[in-house]
């Protein structure tokens, strides 16, 4: 493999891998939604 | 699940999580292209340099058409349509875009007639490496008489020899298969988006990085196994795949090749994202969930495809053994080629098996996503019960399975729809949808529905690569693509019995379509359903209500 195209394989890869780890930094981290508000709660 | 919402002509449905809707839509895009059209298409382009066009059409066509298809779906899902006519008519504004919109039912239903049979031979193949003998290739023939081995295995167990040999009345094993794939899918689509397709698609999706991580440790650990031919080794073999000719980029088959392979990969313009991403909330953020989903096909495409398949192939077969590989396309590359090299690879039999079983999980999360959205049409359109609805849907996809299934010589009947409906039907549907999107629903309202819930906002520059750049390219690629195949497509028809009844089954499929949409369009209109997009969503026209109230 010429230098050329191990700059290419790595720079595609880290662009592809760069963006999912962000991708799914920011979707598992995102606040998630606020529990709906009990309408019958009946305590004991 | 299944209670009727006040503004819904069917029964209305909801994804788990936010990341099990990720997973589906990513399982829908990740098939048998990313692992082995994508290193063929890069290695016969350019290589590294193919990354390129390839990365610019990822960007200014295959994300942003996405982002427009999530905001469609959405914004249908809240006028309580599921369905690809039903949101088209609303998004585009009547009945021409609800009609163009019947493409968005008849690519998954007509892919799914032969996709299933694919599907089933990469879950045969699997079975036959993991029980141990593979496909009784000889490892110490020569790689020639290897090849013919493997060759004639496939042919034997497609019936790609002769017409009808599947359906001879013989229990035959690829049959066999592909009824219990057709019984899978069936069942879990009938289970419901997020107690089917959604459970399936969070473990699937994971076991499918897993048995790719596998192969890839492998084949990276291969070295150079042949001592004669100490340049074949896996280095040699990634610069097969990766070493650019910069040349290639004055030749614009590259990037029509780039576009192309961009557009098939993502699962744009299938019909699916759209009818996925209906079944999400309003304030569900639909920006960087649909950069997620891309982004997951492309890590699957070039992280695994583009370290897996040409480095193997080079290490057994050499430089010349591999481009003649690639050039025998998806079906020679995965089940001739591959095959001969799992032969002499070292646990070759266990490797094997983790990559058809892969294949078969890349297969079966997309097949999945084919028979959804035609299930959603019937239950909307037609008004019946999920189960009558998954009956007629089980009795449409067979009969068109069991015609592709009988006419098998050649894979023709397999050709054509792949063509017509796989391929042009896709740059046919994907342009309606971004032409109605930035044109008629508006650029602004698109913007402003992408931008509900988005948990980030776009760079402003992608409104105008929205409304002019992505439609201007689609269409270049789109008038390319014809010049260059329509010709030779439609004269092959002229010439070959099974090629005409096969366009016969796609326009059977079609008639049947429009005749349930004009069906459902009498439907929605008797239940007052703002079938031509004319009022706000429900949902808004209750929240302004609620404003004005207060500020009464």
Redesign the interface.
Same mark, same amino acid.
């Given at each position: 493999?010429?230098t050329?195209? +191990? !700059?290419?394989?790595i720079?595609?890869?880290v +662009?592809? %891998?760069g963006? %999912?780890s962000w991708?799914?930094y920011? %979707?598992?981290t !995102?606040p998630s939604e606020p529990p709906k508000q009990v309408e019958d709660f009946h305590s004991a | 699940m299944t209670n009727q919402a006040p503004h819904s002509p069917a029964p209305t449905q909801q994804w788990g999580s936010?990341?099990g809707v990720?997973l589906a839509v990513s399982g829908s895009a990740v098939g048998l292209g990313n692992f082995l059209r994508f290193p063929g298409q890069a290695a016969q382009n350019g #290589?590294?340099?193919f =990354?390129i066009p390839y990365?610019l059409a990822l960007l200014v066509l295959g994300i942003p058409i996405g982002w427009a298809e999530w905001a469609m779906g959405r914004y249908g899902g809240r006028k309580g349509f599921h369905s690809a006519p039903a949101i088209m008519g609303v998004v585009g504004k009547g009945a021409i875009a609800r009609y163009l919109g019947v493409i968005g039912v008849l690519i998954p239903l007509g892919v799914y007639f032969y996709y299933i049979l694919i599907e089933s031979w990469c879950l045969a193949y699997a079975w036959e490496y993991f029980v141990g003998h593979g496909v009784g290739i000889d490892a110490k023939a020569t790689i020639a008489a290897q090849s013919k081995a493997a060759s004639d295995h496939f042919d034997n167990f497609t019936g790609s020899t002769f017409d009808g040999v599947m359906l001879d009345g013989k229990l035959h094993e690829s049959v066999v298969f592909w009824a219990i794939v057709f019984a899978i899918n069936v069942t879990l689509v009938y289970r419901g988006i997020s107690k089917g397709i959604e459970k399936f698609c969070q473990w699937a999706m994971p076991a499918m990085a897993v048995c790719a991580l596998i192969v890839l440790v492998r084949v990276l650990s291969l070295g150079a196994p042949d001592a004669a031919n100490p340049e074949q080794n896996v280095?040699?073999g990634?610069?097969q =795949?990766?070493?650019?000719s910069f040349e290639t980029l004055s030749n614009p088959q590259t990037w029509l090749a780039a576009a192309g392979q961009i557009f098939f990969s993502l699962s744009v313009g299938f019909g699916v994202i759209i009818n996925y991403a209906s079944y999400m909330k309003r304030k569900d953020?639909v920006v960087?969930?649909g950069? &997620?989903a891309s982004? &997951?096909n492309?890590?699957f495409e070039? #992280?695994f495809g #583009? =370290?897996i398949t040409i480095p193997a192939a080079f290490v057994f077969l050499g430089a010349s053994g591999t481009i003649a590989a690639v050039q025998t396309g998806t079906f020679g590359l995965g089940f001739k080629t591959l095959p001969v090299v799992f032969a002499q690879m070292p646990a070759g039999n266990l490797i094997g098996g983790f990559w058809f079983f892969m294949l078969f999980l890349a297969a079966i999360t997309s097949s999945l996503s084919m028979l959804q959205p035609t299930l959603a049409f019937f239950e909307e359109a037609l008004g019946w019960t999920r189960k009558k609805c998954t009956t007629l849907l089980v009795g449409v996809s067979l009969a068109g399975s069991l015609f592709v299934l009988y006419y098998s010589k050649g894979l023709t009947a397999l050709g054509i729809l792949d063509d017509w409906v796989g391929t042009l039907g896709i740059f046919v549907l994907a342009t309606v949808q971004i032409v109605c999107f930035g044109w008629v629903f508006g650029i602004d309202r698109g913007w402003k529905e992408m931008h509900e819930g988005a948990?980030?906002r776009l760079w402003p520059l992608f409104r105008f690569v929205i409304k002019f750049v992505t439609p201007a390219f689609l269409l270049a690629v789109f008038a390319a693509f014809c010049v260059n195949n329509l010709p030779d497509w439609i004269a092959a028809v002229a010439a070959n019995p099974v090629k005409q009844m096969s366009i016969g089954l796609i326009a059977a499929t079609i008639l049947m379509l429009v005749v349930i949409t004009r069906i459902g369009e009498k439907r929605w209109r008797a239940m007052g359903l703002d079938l031509d997009g004319r009022l706000p969503p429900p949902d808004e026209q209750t929240n302004d209500s609620n404003a004005n109230g207060g500020r009464r």
């Amino acid at each position: 493999m010429t230098t050329a195209g +191990f !700059a290419s394989m790595i720079l595609s890869l880290v +662009f592809v %891998v760069g963006l %999912v780890s962000w991708c799914y930094y920011r %979707v598992l981290t !995102a606040p998630s939604e606020p529990p709906k508000q009990v309408e019958d709660f009946h305590s004991a | 699940m299944t209670n009727q919402a006040p503004h819904s002509p069917a029964p209305t449905q909801q994804w788990g999580s936010r990341l099990g809707v990720i997973l589906a839509v990513s399982g829908s895009a990740v098939g048998l292209g990313n692992f082995l059209r994508f290193p063929g298409q890069a290695a016969q382009n350019g #290589g590294g340099s193919f =990354m390129i066009p390839y990365f610019l059409a990822l960007l200014v066509l295959g994300i942003p058409i996405g982002w427009a298809e999530w905001a469609m779906g959405r914004y249908g899902g809240r006028k309580g349509f599921h369905s690809a006519p039903a949101i088209m008519g609303v998004v585009g504004k009547g009945a021409i875009a609800r009609y163009l919109g019947v493409i968005g039912v008849l690519i998954p239903l007509g892919v799914y007639f032969y996709y299933i049979l694919i599907e089933s031979w990469c879950l045969a193949y699997a079975w036959e490496y993991f029980v141990g003998h593979g496909v009784g290739i000889d490892a110490k023939a020569t790689i020639a008489a290897q090849s013919k081995a493997a060759s004639d295995h496939f042919d034997n167990f497609t019936g790609s020899t002769f017409d009808g040999v599947m359906l001879d009345g013989k229990l035959h094993e690829s049959v066999v298969f592909w009824a219990i794939v057709f019984a899978i899918n069936v069942t879990l689509v009938y289970r419901g988006i997020s107690k089917g397709i959604e459970k399936f698609c969070q473990w699937a999706m994971p076991a499918m990085a897993v048995c790719a991580l596998i192969v890839l440790v492998r084949v990276l650990s291969l070295g150079a196994p042949d001592a004669a031919n100490p340049e074949q080794n896996v280095w040699n073999g990634l610069g097969q =795949m990766w070493n650019p000719s910069f040349e290639t980029l004055s030749n614009p088959q590259t990037w029509l090749a780039a576009a192309g392979q961009i557009f098939f990969s993502l699962s744009v313009g299938f019909g699916v994202i759209i009818n996925y991403a209906s079944y999400m909330k309003r304030k569900d953020d639909v920006v960087v969930s649909g950069l &997620t989903a891309s982004a &997951t096909n492309e890590l699957f495409e070039v #992280g695994f495809g #583009g =370290m897996i398949t040409i480095p193997a192939a080079f290490v057994f077969l050499g430089a010349s053994g591999t481009i003649a590989a690639v050039q025998t396309g998806t079906f020679g590359l995965g089940f001739k080629t591959l095959p001969v090299v799992f032969a002499q690879m070292p646990a070759g039999n266990l490797i094997g098996g983790f990559w058809f079983f892969m294949l078969f999980l890349a297969a079966i999360t997309s097949s999945l996503s084919m028979l959804q959205p035609t299930l959603a049409f019937f239950e909307e359109a037609l008004g019946w019960t999920r189960k009558k609805c998954t009956t007629l849907l089980v009795g449409v996809s067979l009969a068109g399975s069991l015609f592709v299934l009988y006419y098998s010589k050649g894979l023709t009947a397999l050709g054509i729809l792949d063509d017509w409906v796989g391929t042009l039907g896709i740059f046919v549907l994907a342009t309606v949808q971004i032409v109605c999107f930035g044109w008629v629903f508006g650029i602004d309202r698109g913007w402003k529905e992408m931008h509900e819930g988005a948990q980030m906002r776009l760079w402003p520059l992608f409104r105008f690569v929205i409304k002019f750049v992505t439609p201007a390219f689609l269409l270049a690629v789109f008038a390319a693509f014809c010049v260059n195949n329509l010709p030779d497509w439609i004269a092959a028809v002229a010439a070959n019995p099974v090629k005409q009844m096969s366009i016969g089954l796609i326009a059977a499929t079609i008639l049947m379509l429009v005749v349930i949409t004009r069906i459902g369009e009498k439907r929605w209109r008797a239940m007052g359903l703002d079938l031509d997009g004319r009022l706000p969503p429900p949902d808004e026209q209750t929240n302004d209500s609620n404003a004005n109230g207060g500020r009464r």
